[in-house]
């Protein structure tokens, strides 16, 4: 049994603003993916974009990820990023969101279509830094070395599976989650329950993974009720 996780963790409240100092160590020029409206609204989005700033860094913002990032859409931010030369991506939402920021990433060092790496292990190059920053509790995308593509004419979705698109970062603040209505709560609540379940029956589990799978049943099924009942409730939350 291997386990092994390349991406690195900062939680605690209040941690986002250390996204500014972090995105600093890989480079100078930044893009943040992000969907249409959802992290300006909350507000996420301007506290991103004034962290780095502080720190003197180049922003450019791809806010164009729909549910179920498209070909389409995650070409089109990689040519916003070559564009840019950008040095970093950030992935800022929900599992779409940092989907396409992998894309994205993974098409600035390896040449052709997303389409050509369309299942596991196909890419040559190791992708451009990816920090992800979740803002609900479902995806698990920050920490996993896989993203999600569709192909719209097919009308299927597509499964990317590398190390190389692996975020060398994930930012985990609570207090990104409060802006959630109890509904999206319950949703991505139940979601990060069934990869927990999903882990634990795994033919692959083992004995890391289970202590982690068994460790999130018991606090999702602690948490997730208040959650949805108090939605600013940071300690639930957390």
Do not use: W
């Not at 930044?30 to 720190?55: H, P, R």
């Not at 050509?116 to 920050?142: M, N």
């Not at 029956?201 to 068994?214: E, F, G, M, Q, Y």
């Amino acid at each position: 049994s291997v386990f092994y996780s390349p991406t690195r963790i900062i939680f605690g409240e209040g941690s986002l603003k250390r996204v500014g100092e972090e995105a600093r160590k890989f480079g100078e020029k930044v893009l943040i993916v992000t969907g249409k409206s959802s992290s300006k609204k909350a507000g996420s989005l301007d506290e991103v974009v004034n962290s780095l700033t502080s720190q003197n860094l180049q922003v450019e913002v791809f806010n164009k990820v729909e549910p179920d990032p498209s070909v389409e859409t995650v070409e089109e931010g990689a040519k916003v990023a070559k564009k840019c030369a950008v040095d970093v991506v950030i992935g800022l939402g929900g599992g779409s969101a940092m989907d396409a920021a992998k894309g994205i990433a993974l098409l600035m060092t390896n040449k052709g279509s997303i389409t050509d790496y369309f299942g596991t292990d196909k890419l040559k190059e190791a992708a451009i830094p990816v920090i992800a920053i979740p803002t609900t509790a479902g995806t698990g995308s920050e920490v996993t070395k896989y993203a999600v593509v569709t192909e719209r004419k097919k009308m299927l979705k597509q499964i990317i599976g590398s190390f190389h698109i692996s975020p060398v970062l994930a930012i985990l603040d609570p207090m990104l989650t409060l802006s959630m209505p109890a509904s999206l709560t319950a949703n991505t609540g139940v979601d990060a329950l069934s990869h927990a379940i999903e882990s634990y029956v795994c033919t692959k589990a083992n004995p890391v993974s289970d202590i982690l799978a068994l460790e999130s049943i018991r606090l999702i099924a602690e948490a997730l009720p208040g959650a949805v009942s108090q939605p600013e409730n940071i300690e639930v939350r957390k």
